[in-house]
Nanobody, 118 residues
C-alpha cells in the first residue's frame, strides 16, 4: 500500500525558508524518480505543478520560478525526499505534495501547507 507523508510546511514571511520532508512507503523508492508538486488556491487537482524532481542518480530539474531558491534531495536509506525552500515569495504559497514522477496513479498524500506572507 502506497503511503506518502509530507511534513514541514508552515507560515513564513517573504524571504524566509522552510524544509519539507516526505516519507515514502509501499513503493520501490530507490528506483523511482521523485518530485515535489504544488497546488495553489483555485488550481484544480489535475493541474498541480511539478516544482522539482530528482532521479535515482540525483539529477535534478526545477521550474524556472524556483531555480536558485529551492533544492530537492533524497535519502534512499530513509526513503525520504526533501525540498529546501529559501528566499520564499508570496507566490510560493500552496499545498505541497510529493509523488513519483510520473505520479503514482491517482494517489496523493495529504500534502503540507506553505503560506508566505508579504
Amino acid at each position: 500500500q502506497v503511503q506518502l507523508v509530507e511534513s514541514g510546511g508552515g507560515l513564513v514571511q517573504s524571504g524566509g525558508s522552510l524544509r519539507l520532508s516526505c516519507a515514502a512507503s509501499g513503493i520501490s523508492f530507490g528506483i523511482r524518480q521523485m518530485g515535489w508538486y504544488r497546488q495553489a488556491a483555485g488550481i484544480e487537482r489535475d493541474e498541480r505543478d511539478l516544482v522539482a524532481s530528482i532521479t535515482v542518480s540525483n539529477s535534478t530539474i526545477y521550474i524556472d520560478s524556483v531555480k536558485g531558491r529551492f533544492t530537492i534531495s533524497r535519502d534512499n536509506l530513509k526513503r525520504t525526499v526533501y525540498l529546501q525552500m529559501n528566499s520564499l515569495k508570496p507566490e510560493d504559497t500552496a499545498v505541497y505534495y510529493c509523488n513519483t514522477v510520473p505520479r503514482w496513479g491517482g494517489y496523493w498524500g495529504q500534502g503540507t501547507q506553505v503560506t508566505v506572507s508579504s
